[in-house]
């Protein structure tokens, strides 16, 4: 268990719909950073949060928001939804000066069907 | 931008030692991590160099060599277990003050008995 919780574990929705995936990085992490896996495209980074500012941004579509709330939660808001977006969405947190050790949540496999 | 390449599959044998190679082209490099994923798991960190050189982990080992844009991991004693997809991941500049890891496709690592 590393300490990182995603919520729902899974989401089916329709295309079009809009859906909001949650995450609770582990006690003390600072930065939340959020990731899609699909098989075809590997793990893609998309935007990263640090102490509730945005730090980076990955390959995130303008179709999707995030934000990190003062309680450090964040939100990954996925709005349009196409077939494409089906996918696992992973969670991960990591200290102040520790990017490269990131502790990923269990993921929310979303089904867009 | 970040670009990495490693084997999408290896296969070995119980008690044996696997190398999972790794090349990449960055700007502004920091350092090469690996993580392991078991199927429907999350990723979970296994190493990270920053330095050229070793460094070893119990059964595992990572090493890189800057000049080269070369890593790999080795695992040794390999068990049943160890099945799982590895991803190696460079830590590099993305612009604006900000870093972002990316991440490889993947080795998806096979162990036989």
């Known amino acids: 268990d590393s300490g990182v919780t995603q919520t729902p574990k899974h989401l089916i929705t329709a295309t079009g719909q809009r859906v909001t995936l949650r995450c609770s990085p582990r006690s003390g992490d600072l930065s939340v950073y959020w990731y899609q896996q699909s098989l075809d495209q590997g793990l893609q980074f998309l935007i990263q949060?640090?102490?509730?500012?945005?730090?980076a941004k990955g390959n995130i579509l303008e179709r999707f928001s995030a934000q990190q709330f003062p309680d450090l939660h964040s939100e990954l808001n996925l709005s349009s939804l196409e077939l494409g977006d089906s996918a696992l969405y992973f969670c991960?947190?990591?200290?102040?000066?520790?990017?490269?050790?990131?502790?990923f949540g269990p993921g929310t496999r979303l089904l867009v069907l | 931008g970040q670009s990495l390449e490693q084997p999408s599959e290896v296969t070995a044998v119980e008690g044996a030692i696997v190398q999972i190679n790794c090349t990449y082209q960055?700007?502004?490099?920091?350092?090469l991590s690996w993580y392991q994923q078991h199927d429907g798991g999350a990723p979970t960190f296994l190493s990270y160099?920053?330095?050229?050189g070793l460094e070893e982990t119990g059964r595992f080992s990572s090493f890189l060599s800057r000049s080269d844009s070369y890593g790999y991991l080795l695992l040794q004693e390999l068990q049943m277990k160890d099945s799982a997809s590895y991803f190696c991941?460079?830590?590099?500049?993305?612009?604006?003050?900000?870093?972002?890891?990316?991440f490889g496709k993947g080795t998806k690592l096979s162990v036989i008995p």
């Open positions: 991941a460079v830590r590099g500049y993305s612009g604006a003050g900000s870093y972002q890891l990316t």
């Open positions: 160099n920053a330095l050229d």
């Open positions: 991960a947190s990591s200290g102040e000066d520790s990017q490269e050790t990131q502790y």
């Open positions: 960055t700007s502004g490099f920091y350092g």
């Open positions: 949060y640090y102490n509730g500012e945005e730090r």
